[in-house]
């Protein structure tokens, strides 16, 4: 099956700066990336999804870029704020399975 | 909008109980999906379904039994509960995931196995 690595596991950043979380996967036959957010106790939720067509893909503070050659993708967050500490999961679709990392603990520090 | 409802929030079992979490959605989504979340291994998928009368094993399906008989829902069975079960399981659905399109997820459900 696909292997998806997420790095790094815990990533800790002052209010203002940005942060990055980078995916690689296995499989070139997947072709769907979306990035959840899950807060604590809450259930995941979707913040940006990217296709295999596309490169970069942008939502006001977020941004997921694709490489499929390299066969990573990385999730960027601007100008980051308290609001935005959670864990975050990739996750990679291929065939009629997603396959999750195994999760960011983000924390923006006020 | 519903979404996905998921039931029950907490459960605790004995081993070797039996038991089974529901799983509705009335969104019209083809596919529904059970994970398991467990610290530092992110979401494994259990046992998924495409559509009513279609079910398939996922990343780990030991242990656990599902069943499609509507589009609406998608029960995950423990048929003999163990420690190791011991998780959060949450249920998904999407319109179709061979195209790439939004999972919603239920509330989860924290099961402790004593």
Redesign the interface.
């Known amino acids: ?1 696909e292997n ?1 690595e ?1 790095h790094p ?1 815990t990533l800790s950043v002052q209010e203002g700066d940005s942060a990055v979380i980078k995916c690689t996967y296995s499989d070139s036959a997947s ?2 990336f ?1 990035w959840y957010k899950q807060e604590l106790g ?5 913040i940006i ?1 990217i ?1 295999s067509n596309v490169g970069e893909k942008k939502d006001q503070r977020i941004a997921v870029t694709l490489n499929k050659t390299a066969k990573h993708f990385s999730l960027h967050i601007t100008e980051t704020q308290p609001e935005d500490s959670a864990v975050y ?1 990739c ?1 990679v ?1 291929t ?9 960011t603990s983000l924390t923006v520090i006020p | 909008n519903a979404g996905v409802t998921q039931t029950p929030k907490f459960q605790v079992l004995k081993t070797g109980q039996s038991m089974t979490l529901q799983c509705a959605q009335d969104m019209n989504h083809e596919y529904m999906s059970w994970y398991r979340q467990d610290p530092g291994m992110g979401l494994r998928l259990i046992h998924y379904s495409v559509g009513a009368g279609i079910t398939d094993q996922g990343e780990v399906p030991n242990g656990y039994n599902v069943s499609r008989s509507t589009t609406e829902d998608f029960p995950l069975r423990l048929l003999s509960a163990a420690p190791s079960q011991t998780s959060v399981y949450f249920c998904a659905s999407s319109f179709t995931p061979e195209w790439g399109t939004e999972a919603f997820f239920g509330q989860g459900t924290r099961l402790t196995v004593v």
Do not use: I, M
Not at chain 1, 42 to 46: C, G, H, V
Not at chain 1, 95 to 103: A, D, E
């Open positions: 099956g998806v997420q596991s072709n769907y979306p809450k259930r995941p939720q979707l999804d296709r999961f996750a679709n065939g009629n399975q997603f396959y999750f990392g195994t999760g």
